[in-house]
């Protein structure tokens, strides 16, 4: 983890696009940048795990990462996943429990970062930002929940293909192949399924020239083919 100076100017056009203090004045948003630190961590590394302390919520400026729960047995499932303009780790500072689930990076991300005495006092002096978060806390558990009802549902080809299809929207910039930077794992991990069914699945893909597998990467030739197989 690295920590970053300056740019305010910077981060005060992020906090404008996040929804959560979008009913903010200039002058406001400039308060809120004064005290927001700038932290850079690499790809794969933890923010914070499951069961630790959280005094700190986190805006990501740039870069992904995901929230994750783990099992005592070794598995894990992914809750959500973070990319510029979303903000993680309000939960612990807003009900003083531990933090609920491990956020890592999921590639090179840089975040700003709002320590909780700075948060309370921003929820005191702007109710419209405590309206604006719980709107977006509801949004993320709608997600999360609609996810695991399809999984428990859906076949392993179809959580697969949903969760690849989900990191294909996520990704996408412009028309055309789509690369998405995910190991066979992780994309098991997100869709629930094991590694080697995973695999299995991907292996069909590619055969049907969908997607073409690389190191730690796929890319995505035909996303309206691939959401055939979901249901």
């Keep these: 983890m690295g920590f970053m100076s ?6 005060i056009t992020l906090l404008s696009r ?21 932290r850079r961590f690499e790809s794969g590394e933890v923010v914070f795990k499951e069961g630790d302390e959280g005094s700190t ?49 999921t590639e090179g991300t840089e975040v700003i970062a709002l320590l909780s ?37 859906q076949t392993v080809q179809s959580r697969v293909a949903a969760a690849l299809s989900q990191l294909v929207t996520a990704a996408r910039e412009a028309e055309g192949d789509v690369v998405v930077t995910a190991t066979q794992a992780e994309l098991a991990q997100l869709a629930g399924s094991s590694r080697e069914s995973a695999s299995r699945f991907l292996a069909v893909l590619e055969r049907a020239g969908i997607i073409t597998q690389g190191r730690g990467r796929l890319t995505v030739h035909d996303q309206e083919a691939l959401e055939r197989y979901v249901y």
């Design 6 to 11: 300056g740019g305010s100017e910077e981060t």
């Design 18 to 38: 996040v929804p959560v203090f979008s009913t903010l004045s200039a002058d406001e948003l400039e308060r809120v940048a004064r005290v927001a630190m700038q």
């Design 117 to 153: 005495t700075d948060m309370h006092r921003l929820l005191r002096e702007y109710p419209d930002i405590s309206i604006k978060l719980i709107a977006a806390l509801g949004q993320r558990l709608r997600e999360t929940n609609e996810r695991l009802a399809r999984q428990s549902f």
């Design 57 to 105: 919520c986190y805006i990501v400026r740039s870069g992904r990462a995901r929230a994750i729960r783990e099992h005592p047995d070794g598995r894990s499932i992914t809750l959500a996943h973070f990319k510029p303009g979303d903000i993680f780790g309000e939960m612990a500072m807003l009900d003083g429990e531990r933090r609920s689930a491990t956020v890592e990076t």
